[in-house]
């Protein structure tokens, strides 16, 4: 067809609410007593075909209901690897040749068909086998995912719309290719939506993937890649692999045709890659983009003039949504002592005191519990140490109870030592530490928190006073890659605050924004020249 087709302008899908009697609330209700039933086997996908990896099986549970097994899972196995980087290979020709409205037309269709006959499915699977409740999963696996698949076919289609400059006589242009090569996604247990983003945002360009999720969201991502297939992608596009994912680095990570890694997770895992890379840079046919989103210790810092209540609402959200799992909650805030003693303190206590965590599948539960049972003995020994430390005070929370799920109760310390592991270390689960400084300590409070911990992903400050909020603004301008005023640092939306940090937290890509999706380019600058010179003796050379 000729034509320069335009897409459909995006729009944030918006997030149901799941209250009493609502629609949505009895279809997800259906929807979760059917894949509660299930015992899946959440097989690989490699060239389309669905198969059990040889390696070791893992149970894939419910966190809040452990001895509920889910489904099963295997590792994958470097013969594995080696048939799902083959298999990417196989698809790279005729998926590059096909054109861009056509690869656009599949995810846009998946983004359709999420947001309607597939939002219970994916939604549940998430609420199941990530411990999130409804809304949580809500606006993760069924809007957050259905932002990125649309603003991602939008930026995609501006970004194959620039071109270069042409003067008289010549035509200029860019061939927008994929890399050469196959991309491989690793993705976090934490996000579906993150998880269907990777492998599909580099896939939309004409890039041919090997996908890794974490095992524990491999529940959600068995759907996801059905999804993805109904939606009309064809084999060996995306490749999904399962399990811890360490033969399938052995192979990728060494392969000569390992053309980009999209990775979201953990800053040690993603700087192992990273040296990988390094290590083998001589064997690779050509240099391979690095996209890494990491963690976080993400920072609340309230001047005297913050609204207290609002504050408080914000930490409450921010560190004990989904149980402080988000790269972005804040697991650290800086309070002045006058709003702390007027009631900040008591607030913050009785609030966290009565939020109730457990089953998901109980509407009116806050939160359920963290993921697995390493998170779990990661949880327990920091508050045990954090307790044990003479500079911290529990002032709510502090428990912790396996016996049915994996709960940790939600925990404030108040915390004398502002340099204490506690305001630097990521613990990704619901501690939140408060350092209570005299309010003429303000600015130095700041200049300390601005480089404390080695992370910069997101930070929030409280002011109502502008020329607090303009100076913390400037003072924190490299601490944080979302950067929030009067408000949580949780809770970045697809298209209006593009996600992603710096320092130790990542590339900073900026997922679902063109930032990100150029990495997946490689132009080829195209000059056409219409009528070439026949002589080449220059004007200078006459005498
Ligand atoms: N910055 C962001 O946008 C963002 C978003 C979500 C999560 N996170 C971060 O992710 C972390 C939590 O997620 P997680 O526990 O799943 O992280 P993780 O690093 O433990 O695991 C991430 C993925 O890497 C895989 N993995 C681990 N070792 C591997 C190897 N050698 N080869 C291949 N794959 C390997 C895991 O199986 C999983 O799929 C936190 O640090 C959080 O801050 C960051
Ligand atoms: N984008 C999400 C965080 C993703 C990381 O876990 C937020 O802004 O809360």
């Given at each position: 067809?000729?034509?320069?087709?335009?897409?459909?302008?995006?729009h944030?899908?918006p997030?149901?609410t799941y209250?009493?009697?609502?629609?949505?609330r009895?279809?997800?209700?259906t929807r979760?007593?059917?894949?509660?039933?299930e015992?899946?086997?959440?097989?690989?996908t490699?060239?389309?075909?669905?198969?059990?990896?040889?390696?070791?099986?893992?149970?894939?549970?419910?966190?809040?209901?452990?001895?509920?097994?889910?489904?099963?899972?295997?590792?994958?196995?470097?013969?594995?690897?080696?048939?799902?980087?083959?298999?990417?290979?196989?698809?790279?020709p005729?998926?590059?040749?096909?054109?861009?409205?056509?690869?656009?037309?599949?995810?846009?269709?998946?983004a359709?068909?999420?947001?309607?006959?597939?939002?219970?499915?994916l939604n549940?699977?998430?609420?199941?086998?990530?411990?999130?409740?409804?809304?949580?999963?809500?606006?993760?696996?069924?809007?957050?995912?259905?932002?990125?698949?649309?603003?991602?076919?939008f930026?995609?289609r501006?970004?194959?719309?620039?071109?270069?400059?042409?003067?008289?006589?010549?035509?200029?242009?860019?061939?927008?290719?994929?890399?050469?090569?196959?991309?491989?996604?690793?993705t976090?247990?934490?996000?579906?939506?993150?998880?269907?983003?990777?492998p599909?945002?580099?896939?939309?360009?004409g890039?041919?993937?090997?996908?890794?999720?974490?095992?524990?969201?491999?529940?959600?991502a068995?759907?996801?890649?059905?999804?993805?297939?109904?939606?009309?992608?064809?084999?060996?596009?995306?490749?999904?692999?399962?399990?811890?994912?360490?033969?399938?680095?052995?192979?990728?990570?060494s392969?000569?045709d390992?053309?980009?890694?999209?990775?979201?997770?953990?800053t040690?895992?993603?700087?192992?890659l990273?040296r990988?890379?390094g290590?083998?840079?001589?064997k690779?046919?050509?240099?391979?983009?690095?996209?890494?989103?990491t963690?976080?210790?993400?920072?609340?810092?309230?001047?005297?003039?913050a609204?207290?209540?609002?504050?408080?609402t914000a930490?409450?959200?921010?560190?004990?949504?989904?149980?402080?799992?988000?790269c972005s909650a804040?697991?650290r805030?800086?309070?002045?002592?006058?709003l702390?003693?007027?009631?900040?303190?008591?607030d913050l206590?009785?609030?966290?005191?009565?939020l109730?965590?457990?089953?998901?599948?109980?509407?009116?539960?806050?939160?359920?519990?963290?993921?697995?049972?390493?998170?779990?003995?990661?949880?327990s020994?920091?508050?045990?140490?954090?307790?044990?430390?003479?500079?911290?005070?529990?002032?709510a929370?502090?428990?912790?109870?396996?016996?049915?799920g994996?709960?940790?109760?939600?925990?404030?310390?108040?915390?004398?030592?502002?340099?204490?592991?506690?305001?630097?270390?990521?613990?990704?689960?619901?501690?939140?530490?408060?350092?209570?400084?005299?309010?003429?300590?303000?600015?130095?409070?700041?200049?300390?928190?601005?480089?404390?911990?080695?992370?910069?992903?997101?930070?929030?400050?409280w002011?109502?006073?502008?020329?607090?909020?303009?100076?913390?603004s400037?003072?924190?301008?490299?601490?944080?890659?979302?950067?929030?005023?009067?408000?949580?640092?949780?809770?970045?939306?697809?298209?209006?605050?593009?996600?992603g940090?710096?320092?130790?937290?990542?590339?900073?890509?900026?997922?679902?924004?063109?930032?990100?999706l150029?990495?997946?380019?490689?132009?080829?600058?195209?000059?056409e020249?219409?009528?070439p010179?026949?002589?080449?003796?220059?004007p200078?050379?006459g005498?």
């Open positions: 067809m000729d034509a320069v087709f335009v897409v459909p302008d995006p944030n899908e997030v149901l209250a009493p009697g609502s629609p949505e009895a279809t997800l209700r979760l007593d059917q894949l509660q039933a015992r899946a086997d959440l097989t690989m490699i060239d389309g075909q669905q198969r059990m990896a040889g390696g070791e099986a893992i149970e894939v549970v419910q966190p809040h209901k452990h001895r509920h097994v889910l489904g099963i899972t295997h590792n994958a196995t470097n013969a594995d690897a080696v048939s799902a980087v083959t298999a990417a290979k196989k698809a790279a005729l998926w590059r040749e096909m054109s861009f409205e056509d690869r656009a037309a599949i995810f846009l269709k998946a359709d068909l999420l947001a309607g006959p597939w939002r219970a499915t549940g699977a998430t609420m199941l086998g990530q411990s999130k409740t409804c809304y949580q999963a809500e606006i993760d696996a069924a809007c957050e995912l259905i932002d990125f698949l649309r603003f991602n076919v930026f995609a501006k970004l194959l719309a620039e071109q270069p400059f042409s003067s008289t006589g010549v035509w200029n242009r860019f061939d927008h290719r994929p890399l050469e090569g196959f991309v491989y996604a690793i976090p247990f934490n996000f579906s939506a993150i998880a269907g983003n990777l599909s945002a580099p896939a939309l360009l890039n041919t993937v090997v996908w890794k999720p974490a095992h524990t969201q491999q529940f959600a068995h759907h996801t890649m059905r999804l993805f297939e109904e939606a009309g992608l064809p084999p060996g596009v995306i490749n999904m692999v399962t399990g811890d994912g360490i033969a399938v680095s052995d192979v990728a990570l392969d000569p390992l053309a980009g890694i999209h990775f979201t997770g953990s040690k895992v993603f700087q192992l990273w990988t890379v290590e083998n840079i001589a690779y046919r050509s240099y391979p983009r690095i996209v890494g989103e963690g976080g210790k993400d920072f609340v810092i309230a001047h005297p003039s609204d207290p209540v609002a504050l408080v930490l409450v959200r921010g560190a004990f949504e989904y149980q402080g799992q988000k804040a697991s805030a800086y309070v002045p002592r006058s702390w003693d007027a009631g900040v303190r008591d206590a009785s609030r966290t005191e009565s109730k965590y457990g089953d998901v599948t109980d509407f009116t539960n806050f939160g359920g519990a963290v993921i697995d049972a390493r998170a779990f003995k990661r949880h020994e920091a508050l045990e140490m954090i307790k044990s430390s003479q500079a911290c005070t529990v002032i929370g502090g428990t912790c109870d396996d016996s049915e994996y709960f940790v109760q939600p925990t404030v310390f108040e915390c004398t030592d502002p340099a204490h592991e506690v305001f630097t270390t990521e613990y990704f689960g619901p501690i939140l530490a408060v350092h209570v400084f005299d309010d003429a300590s303000f600015e130095s409070v700041v200049k300390q928190a601005e480089s404390v911990a080695p992370y910069a992903l997101t930070g929030a400050v002011a109502q006073d502008r020329k607090a909020i303009e100076w913390m400037r003072e924190l301008r490299f601490a944080a890659g979302n950067f929030y005023i009067n408000d949580k640092p949780t809770g970045a939306v697809v298209g209006q605050q593009p996600f940090g710096a320092r130790a937290s990542g590339t900073n890509d900026k997922a679902g924004s063109w930032q990100n150029i990495r997946w380019m490689s132009p080829r600058t195209i000059k020249t219409f009528v010179p026949a002589d080449h003796v220059y200078h050379m005498s």
